[in-house]
């Protein structure tokens, strides 16, 4: 037994603006490439890790987590290997851990003849994320299985709806490179909000959610405004501000902070909007000391692909 | 110059469950009707009122005061008399000033070879919607002028979406004949929500509005949930649970307050539904000592129809 797969597992964005804590998307040009190969001896383990340095110990990897969870329900007669070539950086913001955790589930579940649907592999997904962030969500892990723009729409019991895409919708990000503890990002919200601002949220996300059916790009540049987090959450990315008013004058649709930063996403039509956006974002962080990192990517409609079989 | 117009007002649900404040919808068989004749004398005059006791001055009449609106910005050269033929009762919470409102500028704008767009018509009404509640809003004015589900995106600049809806989606109202004060509901709300809530409240918005798009009737009932305003305002409203469970248990997809009550809404699949749930909820009230009406609709695409012109 020696059958393998070679996947491409993408960087996503959640907490899309409006849509904070439920909405995500998928990128197509940044992301890790897992091999996972099924092996006689039974178990889970991780045999090669490139790019950073994370832990071999199945259970304290992400990717062996989820995997073990998933086996853990099939009890296959087998094990599997994996090998990890990571390409997303830990910490910054666009789903390292969730392309890792939703990885190997979903190259397991293709060697096995797809036992599972995709919500399921979502759930044996958070229980890797989970040892990550040190709470079970699938804001990452969603539009990493399911492509395109995802809504979890609830976690208990989970539910997730994929949303049309418009064709020529673009991401760009910008990673500066600092630290934003998950713990001081939750910290930093608040625990209530007012009741105005809570109106205007859900309004931009039913319009967005409207904007995306129709694929009305001018709607959808109207409804990408967070009223609640981002106010908060700016205050830890340096120059968000000036990333955000020369993003918009290069012809974003919206930006907004990817998951809960550092990294920055913009949302554009056409690919040519999106780079000169890229320009702009490298501008204003040209002038700073801080390193950082640009991507533009096509939104990616399909989530995690089949690289060789 | 005696042209004349015969029109159907219909009533409208505002604040439909997780759309609060937002979201509305156009109902077909409750509704005003109203005769505008255009008149060589000059402004605005109400000349009969069937139905209910409303002032017949112009400026402290809704229909008289947004047909007002209108004309001073159009400024025609010539005047309108406006009938009223009143059956939606005022204070019942399905848009009964809306009806007016709206009515009076649509049936003026058809004479005068329909001048204005819908929205510059929700503008137009929303002057007399504010003498009815003491605030401009579009909550009710909106459905009755675009029909179908809409959504109130924006007030400043003011933006309607007019969301799809699926064929066979009926609405069941009751009407218990109390008086809610206007100021009461607006008092007993929260300042403020948990963000949890809110979260919920925009994860659900957003769910229905792409259940309305696919025609997804049991993601609609999975999505027609308040975790915000209902848990307040119910309290204003007797045996709100009681009907809540009854109309639940009968196939109702969901129920909820309408406008500010006292009446309550259920969405159902198919007119049979629709009038199951409307003996449940008779049979709620029946055992109590309190007047109320029941009318079964199918949601109104249409909105304000004419009748002869």
Known sequence: MNKEIRIFSPGTVANVSCGFDVLGFCLDT???????RISSEKGIRITKIEGFDLPFETHKNVAGVSAQALIADLKPD??????????IKPGSGIGSSAASAAGSVFAINELMGKPYTKTE???FAMKG????SQSEHADNLAPALFGGFT???????LEILKLPIPDELYATIIHPQIEIKTAEARAILPKSVPLHDAITQWSNLGSLVHAL??????????????????????????HFEDIKLATLASGALGIGISGSG?????????????K???????????????QFETYVSKINSKGIKIIEA
């Open 30 to 36: 940044v992301g890790d490439e897992m091999v996972v």
């Open 78 to 87: 087998c094990g599997f290997e994996i090998e990890i070539y990571k390409f």
């Open 121 to 123: 592999l979502t759930r």
């Open 129 to 132: 994320e989970a040892l990550a």
């Open 151 to 157: 809504l979890v729409k609830s976690l208990c019991p």
């Open 213 to 238: 059916h129709n694929g009305d790009y001018e709607l959808l540049q109207r409804s990408l405004h967070d009223s609640i987090v981002e106010p908060y959450r700016s205050k830890l990315i340096p």
């Open 262 to 274: 550092p990294s920055i996403f913009a949302l554009s039509k056409g690919e040519k909007t999106a």
């Open 276 to 290: 000169e956006v890229e320009d702009a974002m490298r501008k204003v962080y040209t002038k700073t000391a801080i």
